[in-house]
Structure formats: C-alpha cells, structure tokens
C-alpha cells in the first residue's frame, strides 16, 4: 500500500503564493507520473499540474505561467509552487502518483492524498 500525504495548502490574497507538498511513502519501487489535480465547489476534478519521471511537465491552460511543478524523485515528493493566485484557483488540491510496487510482479497502481484546501481571496 502506498500513502500520499499533502501538506502547504491555506488562505491567501489574490496574487499571493502557496507551495504544496505531496510526500508518497509505502511499498515503492518507482512512480511514473506525479501530479496535481483540483477540485472547486460544484466542478469536476481537473488536472493543474503533472510531472513525469524524466522531468516532463504538464499545465493546465488556466494556471501556465503561475504554476511551477517539481520533483524530487530522491524523497518520492512532489511539489506545486503557485504564484500569482487568483480566486478562481480556490479548489481542494489532490495529489496523484502513478505507482510501481516492490516485489514480484510489480503492480502499476493509481493513488491519491487526502486533499488539502487553498483559497484565495479577493
């Protein structure tokens, strides 16, 4: 089993800035793609932000630019540094990894965090 656990959400003014964190721990061998998904209140969860292995990244339209997703594969953690926040990025943020387990046959499975609030106010 694998465990996500998302730290560095909270309440700031628009144009302000929050780091997120995710760290994955459990049984490992590798991930593949870490990301960030968000929801807002009455909206389908959306993608914001991935990261491949390799350092490939992903935006969303809506937050390129502002957004500046990393890795360090070292510490199985993710982490989201958003700038320039806006009130229409209000959302719960999930973290996401694409996992490889340990062991013989490795199983590729998805999990998720448990969510962490950011809002911006106007």
């Known amino acids: 089993q694998v465990q996500l656990v998302e730290s560095g959400g909270g309440l700031v003014q628009a144009g302000g800035s929050l780091r997120l964190s995710c760290v994955a721990s459990?049984?490992?061998?590798?991930?593949?793609?870490m990301g960030w998904y968000r929801q807002a209140p009455g909206k389908q969860r959306e993608l914001a932000a991935a990261?491949?292995?390799?350092?490939?990244?992903n935006y969303a339209d809506s937050v390129k630019g502002r957004f500046t997703i990393s890795r360090d594969n070292a510490k199985n953690t993710v982490y989201l540094q958003m700038n320039s926040l806006k009130p229409e990025d209000t959302a719960v943020y999930y973290c996401?990894?694409?996992?490889?387990?340990?062991?013989?046959?490795?199983?590729?499975?998805?999990?998720w965090g448990q969510g962490t609030q950011v809002t911006v106010s106007s």
């Open positions: 996401n990894a694409d996992v490889y387990s340990r062991g013989w046959p490795s199983r590729r499975e998805d999990y």
């Open positions: 990261s491949t292995s390799d350092g490939s990244t």
């Open positions: 459990g049984n490992i061998f590798s991930i593949n793609v």
